[in-house]
């Protein structure tokens, strides 16, 4: 079970890939009042999902809720999701996350990367 979850791929149009990971935090969206923030390298971004790297020692599982934040070109981006998958390398995770965005949300990202791809070329 845990092997097919690896293949999971956000079949969308526009998927942005940063040379440069963005770094944001993530955090378990729990009702407890302290949750640990941990800092999230964005490896890449798309209107429905993200594929993250988190230094961290517990390892989050599949369908686990979370809260992600973080910048592009200074606007902040906040969105909750859930762990769609898990890979461990050393002592860092990847995760790929299914993010619940709203229409504004996802036009606003869709401009702001597609103002900085611009600004990259």
């Known amino acids: 079970m845990e092997e097919s979850s690896m293949y999971y791929k956000r079949n969308?149009?526009?998927?942005?890939?940063f040379g440069t990971p963005t770094v944001g935090t993530i955090q378990k969206a729990e009702l407890e009042e302290e949750t640990q923030t941990y800092e999230a390298k964005i490896l890449d971004l798309s209107q429905h999902g993200a594929k993250i790297e988190v230094?961290?020692?517990?390892?989050?599982?599949?369908?686990?809720?979370?809260?992600?934040?973080f910048s592009i070109l200074e606007e902040e981006?906040?969105?909750?999701?859930?762990v769609k998958?898990?890979?461990?390398?050393?002592?860092?995770?990847?995760?790929?996350l299914?993010?619940?965005?709203?229409?504004?949300?996802?036009?606003?990202l869709?401009?702001?990367?597609?103002?900085?791809?611009k600004d990259n070329l």
């Open 55 to 69: 230094a961290q020692d517990e390892k989050w599982d599949n369908g686990t809720p979370i809260l992600i934040r």
């Open 77 to 82: 981006f906040v969105a909750n999701g859930i």
């Open 85 to 96: 998958w898990h890979k461990q390398l050393g002592s860092t995770h990847l995760y790929g």
């Open 98 to 108: 299914d993010l619940e965005t709203s229409e504004e949300w996802r036009k606003s």
């Open 110 to 117: 869709i401009n702001n990367l597609k103002q900085l791809a």
């Open 12 to 17: 969308e149009p526009f998927r942005y890939t």
